[in-house]
């Protein structure tokens, strides 16, 4: 049973990121594990694919659904919030997908129970049917994967912030890059499952309220740049 009030914000803590058009992305992240990061490009900013899942069962890896692009020449998020062991950190060790190009963490908010974590890829090509897997450091637990793809973002995540607490709310500051850009965030609460209200022009991406484990995962969005 965990008995420590310990919130993770990754924007996991929380983890965060912005994404802008081919002119900047960042990523915001709050668990209380938090992290966030933004990059450059110069066309409309936009989702395209969108997939996730929460994970209902203790297992070493967890994979996302399937899924294509309409186009060559996406940015490719993962954003992922675990449980751990407790006393030791989590985290994951690899992501990845069959002919996709090697990803890269941008960001990862663990120094409280549990991860909450953001990495991305490139695809130069157009994806047919797609799944990513992210393989866990230590044992197997539950937790989420929400994947998100975007058209007219940079090649890479610009600014990122990450933030950690052993109690009180999730919260972290990202400032971006440049202008116009997007903010996302992934969060991880290792000892309460408890649904999770945004600020204002914030939106819910996906949320796992786990009672079963006692924790909460979610992602998160601004709404409008």
């Known amino acids: 049973m965990k008995s420590l009030n310990r919130r993770q914000l990754l924007l996991g803590g ?14 915001n992240f709050q668990r209380q594990n938090l992290e966030g990061r933004a990059n450059v490009t110069t066309s409309v900013l936009a989702i395209d694919a969108h997939v996730s899942v929460n994970q209902t069962k203790q297992v070493a890896s967890i994979t996302s659904p399937n899924f294509s692009t309409r186009q060559a020449g996406e940015l490719i998020t ?20 069959p002919g996709l190009p090697q990803f ?20 130069e090509n157009k994806l047919t049917n797609v799944s990513i897997t992210a393989t866990r450091k230590n044992g197997s637990y539950r937790g989420l994967i929400d994947v998100v793809t975007f058209t ?25 890059t440049v202008p116009n850009a997007m ?11 408890k649904v999770r209200k945004v600020g204002a022009n914030q939106k819910i991406s996906r949320q796992f309220d786990d009672k079963k484990s006692d924790d909460t995962y979610w992602t998160q969005y601004q709404k409008s740049p």
């Open 78 to 97: 993962v954003f992922l919030a675990s449980d751990g062991p407790a006393g030791t950190q989590q985290e994951f060790t690899s992501v990845s997908a």
């Open 152 to 176: 007219g973002a940079a090649k890479t995540v610009g600014a990122t912030a990450a933030a950690s607490a052993p109690n009180g709310g999730p919260s972290v500051n990202l400032t971006t």
């Open 104 to 123: 890269t963490l941008a960001k990862r908010a663990n120094s409280q129970e549990g991860t909450s974590e953001v990495w991305y890829t490139y695809a």
């Open 183 to 193: 903010v996302w965030a992934v969060g991880n609460d290792w000892d309460q499952a």
């Open 14 to 27: 929380i983890l965060a990121i912005a994404l802008s058009i081919p002119l900047t992305l960042a990523i």
